[in-house]
Nanobody
Framework: QVQLVESGGGLVQTGGSLRLSCAAS????????MGWLRQAPGKEREFVAG????????YYADSVKGRFTISRDNAKNTVYLQMNSLKPEDTAVYYC?????????????????WGQGTQVTVST
């Protein structure tokens, strides 16, 4: 198992940037695929971005493609989400998540472990 703690959320204007970080505990972190998911008020939790165990492959939701970048540093047990050109529709609680299968990371259903979430609010 793995424990995940997100940080870096906050309030930003439209067009601004934020970088989210996720600190993971667990000796097997480097074997897990990692992802970011989000949930806006009144909406279902949705997939945002995923990265395979080695960081050599990524996958993004169409809504964030070209604006967000997921990365990981296995030596630091940390995964990041760089968010640029933020839009009001990006407002949500963002969750870091882990998949015990290092090659499955493109769907909400792949993730068994979740962090507590961090709020991102994009103002107009």
């Amino acid at each position: 198992q793995v424990q995940l703690v997100e940080s870096g959320g906050g309030l930003v204007q439209t067009g601004g940037s934020l970088r989210l970080s996720c600190a993971a505990s667990g000796r097997t972190f480097s074997t897990y695929a990692m992802g970011w998911l989000r949930q806006a008020p009144g909406k279902e939790r949705e997939f945002v971005a995923g990265i395979n165990w080695s960081g050599t492959s990524t996958y993004y939701a169409d809504s964030v493609k070209g604006r967000f970048t997921i990365s990981r540093d296995n030596a630091k047990n940390t995964v990041y989400l760089q968010m640029n050109s933020l839009k009001p529709e990006d407002t949500a609680v963002y969750y870091c998540a882990a998949s015990q299968f290092g090659y499955l990371y493109t769907s909400v259903r792949h993730y068994a472990y979740w962090g507590q979430g961090t709020q991102v609010t994009v103002s107009t």
